[in-house]
């Protein structure tokens, strides 16, 4: 069984940077494609990135493309989340979520493809 622990959040201002870790443990965590979505009080979770678990096709959210980058590191298990020119409209509880597959060229863009999640960290950005 895989399991997923996020950290990196916390306060920062608009216009500065942060980055997400997601550390995957289990046996079957290198075939996990991965994904980070965010939920901010009152709204759906909202989809930001995803990445293949072989790490060479992501892809991102509307709200977040050229501002967030989303890379990986199988060998130490852990998917990366950099946020760069923060917004306050991107707080929000930040989770990522990881589903098992055979190919390593597929990513999931929607919350229903993902099995396991990770339990999230904060963002705030003040304005």
């Known amino acids: 069984q895989v399991q997923l622990v996020e950290s990196g959040g916390g306060l920062v201002q608009a216009g500065g940077s942060l980055r997400l870790s997601c550390a995957a443990s289990?046996?079957?965590?290198?075939?996990?494609?991965m994904g980070w979505f965010r939920q901010a009080p009152g709204k759906e979770r909202e989809f930001v990135a995803a990445?293949?678990?072989?790490?060479?096709?992501?892809d991102y959210g509307v709200s977040v493309k050229v501002r967030f980058t989303i890379s990986r590191d199988n060998a130490k298990n852990t998917v990366y989340l950099q946020m760069n020119s923060l917004k306050p409209e991107d707080t929000a509880v930040y989770y990522c979520?990881?589903?098992?597959?055979?190919?390593?060229?597929?990513?999931?863009?929607?919350?229903?493809?993902?099995?396991?999640w990770g339990q999230g960290t904060q963002v705030t950005v003040s304005s």
């Open positions: 979520a990881c589903r098992t597959t055979l190919y390593s060229s597929n990513y999931y863009t929607h919350e229903k493809d993902y099995a396991l």
């Open positions: 289990g046996r079957t965590s290198s075939s996990c494609a």
């Open positions: 990445i293949s678990w072989g790490g060479g096709s992501t």
